[in-house]
């Protein structure tokens, strides 16, 4: 199939600048994966539309403010989006202009409101897919509790404001671990509120988080033609015992509907299982696309997605293409919000 295949026309109004006044208060097109029927409810629907006694499976990672905004030597500006640490003060990144900011280059890490240095960052070497591996010098041990602290959430780039105060609580989930390096929200996990998942633990669902550490897999666009063509850069997972322990046995006789809150933790259940058991650990490069068999899921909550993206293309590997792009065209004929801090979709019986 042909990235051609994914695209839709969306106008640029329905692109969620801010997120809704509650989180719990966005619109949700229910749509059935069986029978290709929808329904226009709303996220505090959830507990009565997720069947009874499902476990629901979020990715509780923490987004971090791994945008650092850069003064080159000669004035000129730049950035850098810090991926991944690699201990004492050296991360792996992606920086612009690539073509400025090569091995042996330096900058000052500046306040972009006010100019003033808060660190400065040395460019180390060259990685695959474009990155660099970058050092990071401060006043302080470096670590990702410092990164947060002369950094800036990294909000995608279709939000055309910095990142402000709201949007330090709400581009963060409410059960985000301490943990995590994550570069971009799990944003289906943006709509629930303590009550909310109080009133599905009331329903007898479980809440069983994973974390993947979301990174260029998840929202590096696709630019070859042909899907098959197209790299997906790796992205690390972690499963706790505790949520394997109530998972594992689900997965292998299917007695408790499953769904996943997102499709970062759909890609971690499905990169995770072998068929017998989850892997705690270890990094997932999946790509799914239509003809893909889900094993994990049988239901799935997402946001709305970019076209000819790579969530949009999953979306439709669990609808069918003809049936994913009616869904959004309907969405797009009623106003819906879209991206991260839109609303959402329930895929029911997605498997």
Not at 57 to 66: G, I, M, S, T
Not at 196 to 220: D, E, K, N, S
Not at 252 to 263: E, I, K, N, S, Y
Not at 272 to 295: H, M, V
Request: charged content about 25%.
């Amino acid at each position: 199939m042909l990235r051609s295949d994914f695209h839709f026309d969306l106008p640029p109004e329905l692109i969620a600048q801010d997120p809704a006044p509650d989180r719990d208060g966005a619109r949700l097109l229910v749509v059935d994966g069986r029978t290709g029927t929808w329904a226009h409810r709303t996220i505090r629907d959830l507990p009565e539309l997720v069947p009874a006694g499902s476990l629901c499976v979020p990715n509780d990672v923490r987004v971090r403010h791994a945008r650092l905004f850069l003064r080159r030597g000669g004035g000129g500006a730049g950035e850098a989006l810090l991926l991944r640490s690699l201990g004492d003060g050296v991360f792996e990144a992606l920086v612009k202009p690539g073509a400025r900011l090569k091995p042996g280059a330096s900058a000052a890490v500046v306040d972009p409101v006010t100019g003033a240095d808060l660190a400065r960052i040395e460019v180390l070497g060259t990685l695959p897919e474009g990155l660099r591996t970058v050092r990071v010098h401060a006043d302080h041990d470096l670590d990702w509790d410092e990164i947060d602290r002369i950094g800036r959430l990294p909000l995608p780039p279709y939000i055309e404001h910095l990142a402000q105060a709201e949007d330090e609580s709400r581009y963060q989930t409410v059960f985000a671990a301490r943990e995590g390096e994550a570069v971009a929200a799990p944003t289906a996990g943006l709509h629930f509120t303590p009550e909310l998942i109080a009133a599905l633990r009331a329903r007898g669902c479980g809440w069983h988080p994973v974390r993947l550490h979301v990174g260029l897999g998840t929202f590096r666009p696709m630019t070859a033609e042909r899907l098959e063509d197209h790299a997906m850069h790796a992205e690390r997972f972690e499963i706790p015992e505790a949520t394997a322990a109530v998972v594992e046995p689900v997965l292998r006789d299917h007695a408790r509907p499953l769904l996943c809150v997102g499709t970062t933790s759909l890609r971690t259940l499905e990169g995770a299982w072998d068929g017998r058991s989850l892997a705690r650990e270890g990094a997932t490069r999946l790509f799914i696309t239509p003809g893909y068999q889900l094993r994990t899921a049988d239901h799935l909550l997402t946001n709305f997605h970019l076209p000819e993206s790579t969530l949009f293309v999953l979306v439709s590997a669990l609808l069918g293409l003809d049936r994913a792009q009616a869904a959004y065209a309907e969405a797009i004929r009623e106003q819906y919000r879209f991206f991260s801090y839109g609303d959402a979709m329930l895929i029911l019986n997605a498997r």
